[in-house]
């Protein structure tokens, strides 16, 4: 850590300032670490600036959504053309409807309608679910996250929550509707399922990426659906993360159809647009007088022109095979070092993201990573960011590669690795 505070004196008297105007000086509590967080001035292709000038590689990407790159010259071009005939119309925008025939096809909806955050359509989701089964209990797995919305904050980031509910200000009433499951565990799922009549619906993130990368398993998968089937309650697939890292998301790669998806972060190429997409007739609850959806910012030009954008001509099935490439060298590269330095460490992947955990086991639930070793962790982290690598968001996030990165960033950012490992293993 000594080497991050040597670097970041300007970060730490903006910290000083900042934290007397906004609680520990950030706009999302994901953002602060300590001593201080970073402060970021700008960003180009791979590269981000902070406000002393560092230079970093930056594998955390806005938690997730730049797989397009910084500053990407195409996009640039088209938020120009965008602004110069208004940022919002107010009434409905008529390339909406593109932007949502191009999901459709790509996602394998039938419906869908737009939002801003990936905590706005999460929320709705669940409201759909309950409108469409007419029952209320949502069940939730440990250690995913669907956003900062109260009826689903539970069992999510231990470092920074630390407590159950995962904030204070939840009250148990909102959720009482609210059951929560073991990751990866079918026996835990079934005894739930069997316990209830009143499930409306199981939201999951279908790869889980909140606690680090965790792999999922597939038969585990196969399992919630079976039974989604026999008890007739929906499947939603919060893919906030996943739609963007494989060209159908994760319900195309698991070839599942939920009833509802939720899309977000790299969908709109670095804009604030969210998609709850689903089956017809699910989705048919949504209407004046029916299910509320509304957001003001919703579909808003800027988001749905950079989104179709994005989807037609920049994050093509090509360009997703090649950072999905750079992220198995990155993988491989992290295997042989931990091999080499002889240390327990577990690398996952998945697409063109993939976690390292300081562990003799891969962890496959909450529980798991929660054992794993945060003080190693958090030593290859400062390390890796005094030389000028971001590796990924924080400890319960994960690496992701963009169009920008270059083979070059993966050497560089493996060279950085390997003494930061060294680093960690003294620990
Ligand atoms: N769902 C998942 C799976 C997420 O990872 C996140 C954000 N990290 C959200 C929902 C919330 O999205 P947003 O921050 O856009 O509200």
Redesign the pocket.
């Known amino acids: 850590m000594e080497n991050y505070i040597a670097k970041t004196a300007k970060s730490k008297i903006l910290y000083e300032e900042a934290k007397n105007h906004l609680p520990y000086g950030v706009s999302s509590n994901y953002r602060y670490f300590d001593p201080y967080p970073l402060y970021l001035s700008r960003g180009k292709g791979s590269r981000v600036w902070d406000v002393d000038g560092n230079e970093y590689i930056d594998f955390n990407l806005g ?2 959504v730049l797989e397009v790159g910084h500053a990407n010259e195409k996009i640039i071009e088209e938020v120009k053309n965008a602004i110069s005939e208004s940022s919002i119309l107010g009434f409905e925008y008529s390339k909406s409807i593109e932007l949502a025939k191009i999901i459709k096809s790509r996602f394998n909806v039938d419906m869908v309608r737009f939002s801003s ?4 359509a ?1 929320m709705h989701s669940i409201r759909i679910a309950r409108a469409y089964t007419r029952k209320k209990k949502i069940i939730k797995f440990e250690g ?5 919305h109260d009826q689903l904050l539970v069992n999510v980031n231990p470092l920074r929550d630390g407590i159950v509910p995962a904030s204070l200000g939840v009250t148990e009433e909102s959720l009482s509707n609210t059951i929560v499951c073991e990751w990866n565990n079918l026996e835990n799922f079934e005894k739930i399922v069997k316990s209830s009549n009143d499930i409306a619906g199981v939201i999951m ?1 279908p790869v889980a ?2 606690m680090g990368l965790i792999p999922t398993n597939v038969e585990f998968l196969k399992g919630v659906f079976e039974l989604s089937k026999e008890y007739g309650f929906l499947t939603i697939f ?1 893919e ?2 996943t739609g963007g890292k494989m060209y159908s998301g994760a319900s195309g790669y698991f070839n599942v159809r939920p009833d509802l998806i ?1 899309l ?2 790299a969908v709109a190429g670095g804009f604030p647009l ?1 998609v709850i997409g689903g089956k017809r007739e699910v989705m048919s609850v949504i209407g004046p007088g029916k299910t509320a959806h509304g957001g003001t910012f919703n579909s808003n030009p800027i988001s749905v022109r950079v989104s179709i954008l994005t989807l037609k001509e920049i994050l093509t099935q090509n360009s997703i095979n090649y950072i999905i490439s750079l992220s198995k060298e990155l993988e491989k590269g992290y295997n042989d070092l931990a091999e080499d330095l002889d240390i327990d460490l577990k690398v996952s992947r998945w697409g063109p993201s993939g976690s390292v955990f300081f562990s003799d086991k891969m962890p496959s639930n909450y529980k798991d990573f929660i054992s794993t070793d945060i003080q190693r962790w958090n030593t290859y982290f400062y390390s890796m960011l005094s030389q000028g690598v971001i590796p990924m968001g924080g400890f319960n996030e994960e690496w992701t590669t963009s169009i920008a990165h270059t083979k070059e960033d993966i050497q560089i950012h493996l060279e950085k690795a390997e003494k930061s490992l060294r680093l960690a293993k003294e620990k």
Not at 117 to 120: F, L, Y
Not at 144 to 148: A, Q
């Open positions: 938690f997730g955050t990936g905590t706005e999460t995913h996250y669907h956003g900062s993130e990426m909140n919060d906030t993360k939720i977000g972060k969210s």
